[in-house]
C-alpha cells in the first residue's frame, strides 16, 4: 500500500472524528486532544508507513490486556490461565460486575474484559509490582525499540484515583477465589499497565509482531511461542473489540484491540500490524474513526479473513 | 405468657436446631456453639421473661443495621436517606452485587440488604469512625442498660479480614456515587457495627423500645421520632428476614430483624420486644429453630397483624 | 368520617392527575377519562360514602390478582399453591420474565406479579374457562350486591390480541412446569379477569369484606377462611403496590392492591375497605392522585399499622 | 487427507461417545443411536471422503439457522436482517429468555441463539408456511443433490409439541415489536427447519459450497454473494458453537455450527467443507466426540486461521 493511499484514507474518515466524545471515566483521559487522527502501518518486509498524527503519545488502555495475557500465558501455561478466566465473548459491557455473579462459576467471561483482565495481571510473576510492570515495559521495548514506551503518571493516578468500579470487580473476585493474590497490588499493576504512554507506531508493531507469529529480532521474544500467538488473536477476534466485537468480526474481519483512549492495534496474519489512534469513541468504547478506517484499509485490501 | 408456655415453646422446637448449619462465611462465626437456644420477651409492663441460654453472648450482625438506620434518619432525616437507599424488598440473596449494577439508579433496594446498610452506615455523623461507633454503642446501652453491649474484637477482625464481597459492594456504590465519604471507613464502621455482642435481652429491650414508638426512660431517647419508628418497623416488615421476609410476613406477621449469628428481633408494636437466639441457619441467612419459636408465639398470642 | 373531609382530600389531590399518564399497553385502556376521581369507603358499620365520580366503571386489571389468590386458595390450600408461586416481594417490574429465569425454581415469586398471577389462575378449579370465570363473577356479586360487576368485552379483546408479553411469561412457565394446564386457557381465564367492570364502591365492599376477615353476608362465603384472608392481606402488604410496595407500606401502610387501570384497594383491619379510582398512573403502574389520597386518609385516620 | 488418516482420528477419538449425554429436550431426539460416529469431508477439487456412520441420517437442528440466514439476507439484505438481529456473541445459554429482557433494544444478540433465529425465520419470504420451507429444502437439495433432505415428521411433531420455552422466546418478542409476522407461523417454520433429516455427507457439501464462497453447480445458487457468504462464516467463528464458541475459536479456529442432535459443519476456506456426526452432547449442546475429532483435523491439517 502506498503513503498516498493510507493518506486518502485517513482524510475520507476525518469527518467521523466530530462523532460520539472522549472517554471521561477518568478525567485525564478528557484532556486529550479530540482531532488527533493517525494511522501506522508495520509490513512483513520491514516497511513502516505513517500518516497523521502519529508522533503523539496517548495512554494504551485496553490493548494492555493482551500483553498481560502474553506474559501470564509464558509465566503460567493456558491451562492455568483459562481455569482463571473464561474463554467466551460476552455481549455484556467490559466493566460488568453482575455478570460475574450470574455466572456459576464466577469466573470471569475472558481476558479482554475488566475483571479478566485484573485477574490475568494477578498472575503475572514478579516479587513486587514494580518488578512486574518493569517486565511489562522490557518486554515493550524489545518489540517496539521505543525507549518512551513507560508510564504516564498523570493518567496512573486518575486511573488509581478514580477506579473503585475495577476495586469493586477486584474484590468481588478476591471474594470468590479467582484472584489469590493481594488484591492492591493485582489492581496498581492494572492501573499501571492501562497507563503506559504509546505511539500508533508501537501497536503497529506489536501487531507485526502477532502478524509474525509472535517472531521478533531479540532473543529474548523467541519464548512468546506460537500458540500463544494463536490464543490471544483467537481472543482478540472474537473479543477484542468490547460488546462490538462480533459486529467487526463481520464488516473487518481481522483480529483487533481496542482502547478507550481511542487506539486500535489490529493484525493482519503474516501480512502486517496496524496502529490507529483517534480519540473519540462510541457508547461501546471504540475509536469512531478508527473503526471506520480500519474497515476501509480491511476492505480495500482484502483483509477480511473470509473475504474472497 | 407465663414462663412455663415459653418453656414449652422452647422445648417444642429444639428439635430445629439440628437443621441448618452455622454461618461459616466469616471464620469465627462457625466457632459457636449449635445448641444455643434462648428466648427473652420484654413486655409493655415492664415485665421481662428469659428461657434456655439467654446469657449467652452472640454478635448483632445485620440486626445492626436498623440501629444504624435509626442513627442516619436522626442525623439526616428521612428524605435525605431514601434519596440514597430504596425502600423495595429484593428477593435478591442479601449480598448481590449484579442487583446493584441492574437498577437504573444504582441504588441499593432497601437499608436490610449489605449494600443499603453499608451506604446508611456511610451516613452517620462523627468526626471519625471511633467517634460513630461510639455514638451507636451509648445508644445501646441507653436502651439496654447493658455495658456489655461492645465490640467482639476476634469477630471484628474475622469480618474485616474476610469482607471482600462487602468491600466490592462498596467500592461499586463509590464508582456511582452511592457513597460519597471514605470507603474504607464506611467498611469499618460497618464491620464494627456486625461486631457489637449482645444478649438475647438486649435484642428483646430494643424490640421492646420499637414497639413502644421509640418511648425509653433516658431523656436523649427522646429524639428517635413516633415516625423514625414507624419507618424502621415498615422496613423490618417488608424485608427484615432477607428474601423470606414475604413468608415471614404471612406466617409470623410481625416486623423482624434476624442476623447471621442466628438472632432475631421481633417487635409487637405495644405489646412486647422478642429477642431469640439459635445459631443454625438456613439457606436464607434466617435462625431455622429461631422462625419455628417466633411463628409459635405469634400463633399462640395472636400476633400476626391480620390475625382475627 | 364525615364526606365533607373526604370531598376535602379529594379535592386537596385533584391536582395530581395531571402528573403520570393513561396506561397505554393495551389500546383501550388509553381511553379512559384522565379526570375521573372518585373515593369509596365502606365502613365495618355497613356506613358507605363515596365522594367524586364513583359510579364510573373501570376494569379491574391487577386488583383481580387478589380475587384469584382467594378462589385458588379455596380449591387447592396454601401448601399446593405456594408450591407453584412464591411469598417474596421482587423489586422488578410486574412482567418481568428476566426473574423467571435467573431464579432456581423458576416459580415466580409472587401471586400478584404478572406471572404468579397467570399461575394462580391456571389453578383456578372447574370444567372450562366459562365455568372458572363465572365462578369468580358470582364471587364477587355476592360481595358486592352489583349484577354489573361483569366482562368489559372490549378490554377483554384488547387484552387478548396484545397480551404477547403475557403469553410468553406462561409459556415460558409452562416450559418449566410451572403450569401444567392448558396455556391458553390460563390466559384467556387471566384476560377476562383482568377485564371485569367495577365501581370503586366495588372495590370498597371486597376490602370491607377483607378487613372483617372473610365475614359477609352471604351464607356461601363462609367458605373464606380466617387464614386465607391473613395469607391475602400479608401479601397485599409486601406486594400489591407492584414494585413500589415497600415504599407505600412506609408511608401509607395498609394493604392494598392496584390495578394499571387506576383503581386501588386498601383495607384497614376491622375498620373499613377502601376503593379508589384516577386513571393516570406512574411508571411503576400506580394511580398517582389515588396514592396521594391514600396516603392522606391513611395520616388523616391514623390507618397506619406502626402508628401512634 | 487420505481415508485411513480420517479413520485414525475417526477411532482415537471413539472414546468419547461415553461423555455427556443424548438431547432430551424433545423426546425424539433422545431416540438417537449413541454410537453413531460418522465423518465426510467435502474437498475443493470434488473429491469427498466419508468414514464410520455417514449413511445414517439426523435432523439439522440449529445448523439450521445459517441457512435462515442465508436466506434472510438474501430476501432483505444485511441492513434490514441486522436491524432485526444483533452481531454479538453472548455467553448465554442459547435459550435465554432472560438476555433478550436485559438489552435496551430487547434485540437477540445474534441470529444463531433461538430467539435470533426465529426471529430470522420469521423474516423468510413466502406465500405460506409450505412456500418458506419448501424454498429452503429446494435450496439445500441444490447444494447437497440429496433428495432425502425433507423433513423428519417424528421429530417435527415432537419439536412442536415440546417448544414452549421457543413459543415463550417469540411471543416476547412479538411483544418487542421484534417479530412482526404471525408468531405461530415463525415458529411452525421454525420447529421444520430445525427437523430436516441430514446426512454428515450433507453437511460437508454444504461446508464446501459455504469454503468456496458461495459458489455451487446450480446456476441459481450464484445469488449468495460473497458478501453474504463472508456475514455467515464471520457469525459462524464468534456464535456458532454456542456459549463456546470462544473456545472453539481457540482450539479449533474455523468457522463451524453444531446441532443439539450432535451434528457439526465446519468450513476451512477454500480448502474444505466437513460434517460430523455423534450424538452425545456436552452441557453446553455441543457433540463431545465432534469437537474432539474436528479439533483433531483441524491440528493435523494445520486449519486454524492463526496456525503457523
Given at each position: 500500500m502506498k503513503r498516498d493511499e493510507l493518506e486518502e484514507i485517513l482524510e475520507a474518515n476525518?469527518?467521523?472524528?466530530?462523532g460520539g466524545k472522549l472517554?471521561?471515566?477518568?478525567?485525564?483521559?478528557?484532556?486529550?486532544?479530540?482531532n488527533t487522527l493517525g494511522i501506522t502501518i508495520a509490513y512483513s518486509n520491514g516497511e513502516i508507513i505513517s500518516v497523521g498524527n502519529c508522533e503523539e503519545m496517548f495512554t494504551i488502555q485496553s490493548i494492555s490486556k493482551i500483553i498481560s495475557l502474553i506474559m501470564a500465558l509464558q509465566d503460567h501455561g493456558h491451562e492455568k490461565v483459562f481455569s482463571i478466566v473464561g474463554m467466551e465473548s460476552s455481549g455484556?459491557?467490559?466493566?460488568?460486575v453482575s455478570e460475574l455473579e450470574t455466572k456459576e462459576s464466577h469466573?470471569?467471561?475472558?481476558?479482554?474484559i475488566n475483571a479478566g483482565a485484573i485477574a490475568v495481571a494477578s498472575m503475572i510473576k514478579g516479587q513486587n509490582v514494580n518488578e512486574r510492570f518493569s517486565k511489562v515495559c522490557q518486554f515493550l521495548y524489545r518489540i517496539?525499540?521505543?525507549?518512551?514506551?513507560?508510564?504516564n503518571r498523570r493518567v496512573y493516578e486518575s486511573e488509581r484515583e478514580t477506579g473503585d468500579r475495577n476495586r469493586s470487580l477486584a474484590y468481588f473476585m478476591k471474594s470468590t477465589g479467582v484472584?489469590?493474590?493481594?488484591v492492591e497490588e493485582a489492581l496498581d499493576l492494572y492501573f499501571r499497565l492501562c497507563s503506559i504512554s504509546v505511539t500508533c507506531s508501537d501497536l503497529a508493531k506489536i501487531g507485526l509482531f502477532l502478524a509474525m507469529?509472535?517472531?521478533?529480532?531479540?532473543?529474548?521474544?523467541?519464548?512468546?511461542?506460537p500458540e500463544i500467538v494463536q490464543f490471544v488473536l483467537s481472543i482478540m477476534l472474537t473479543a477484542?473489540?468490547?460488546?462490538q466485537s462480533g459486529e467487526c468480526m463481520m464488516k473487518i474481519g481481522v483480529p483487533a484491540k481496542s482502547g478507550v483512549s481511542g487506539g486500535i492495534l489490529a493484525v493482519a496474519p503474516n501480512q502486517m500490524g496496524i496502529g490507529i489512534i483517534g480519540p473519540s469513541i462510541n457508547d461501546k468504547g471504540n475509536s469512531i474513526a478508527g473503526l471506520k478506517i480500519l474497515e476501509d484499509i480491511s476492505r480495500r485490501y482484502k483483509l477480511h479473513l473470509f473475504s474472497k
Amino acid at each position: 500500500m502506498k503513503r498516498d493511499e493510507l493518506e486518502e484514507i485517513l482524510e475520507a474518515n476525518r469527518y467521523y472524528i466530530r462523532g460520539g466524545k472522549l472517554a471521561n471515566y477518568i478525567p485525564e483521559l478528557a484532556n486529550a486532544n479530540p482531532n488527533t487522527l493517525g494511522i501506522t502501518i508495520a509490513y512483513s518486509n520491514g516497511e513502516i508507513i505513517s500518516v497523521g498524527n502519529c508522533e503523539e503519545m496517548f495512554t494504551i488502555q485496553s490493548i494492555s490486556k493482551i500483553i498481560s495475557l502474553i506474559m501470564a500465558l509464558q509465566d503460567h501455561g493456558h491451562e492455568k490461565v483459562f481455569s482463571i478466566v473464561g474463554m467466551e465473548s460476552s455481549g455484556e459491557p467490559f466493566n460488568s460486575v453482575s455478570e460475574l455473579e450470574t455466572k456459576e462459576s464466577h469466573k470471569p467471561l475472558n481476558p479482554l474484559i475488566n475483571a479478566g483482565a485484573i485477574a490475568v495481571a494477578s498472575m503475572i510473576k514478579g516479587q513486587n509490582v514494580n518488578e512486574r510492570f518493569s517486565k511489562v515495559c522490557q518486554f515493550l521495548y524489545r518489540i517496539t525499540g521505543n525507549e518512551n514506551v513507560t508510564l504516564n503518571r498523570r493518567v496512573y493516578e486518575s486511573e488509581r484515583e478514580t477506579g473503585d468500579r475495577n476495586r469493586s470487580l477486584a474484590y468481588f473476585m478476591k471474594s470468590t477465589g479467582v484472584i489469590k493474590s493481594d488484591v492492591e497490588e493485582a489492581l496498581d499493576l492494572y492501573f499501571r499497565l492501562c497507563s503506559i504512554s504509546v505511539t500508533c507506531s508501537d501497536l503497529a508493531k506489536i501487531g507485526l509482531f502477532l502478524a509474525m507469529g509472535g517472531i521478533g529480532q531479540g532473543s529474548q521474544l523467541k519464548k512468546v511461542s506460537p500458540e500463544i500467538v494463536q490464543f490471544v488473536l483467537s481472543i482478540m477476534l472474537t473479543a477484542g473489540m468490547y460488546n462490538q466485537s462480533g459486529e467487526c468480526m463481520m464488516k473487518i474481519g481481522v483480529p483487533a484491540k481496542s482502547g478507550v483512549s481511542g487506539g486500535i492495534l489490529a493484525v493482519a496474519p503474516n501480512q502486517m500490524g496496524i496502529g490507529i489512534i483517534g480519540p473519540s469513541i462510541n457508547d461501546k468504547g471504540n475509536s469512531i474513526a478508527g473503526l471506520k478506517i480500519l474497515e476501509d484499509i480491511s476492505r480495500r485490501y482484502k483483509l477480511h479473513l473470509f473475504s474472497k
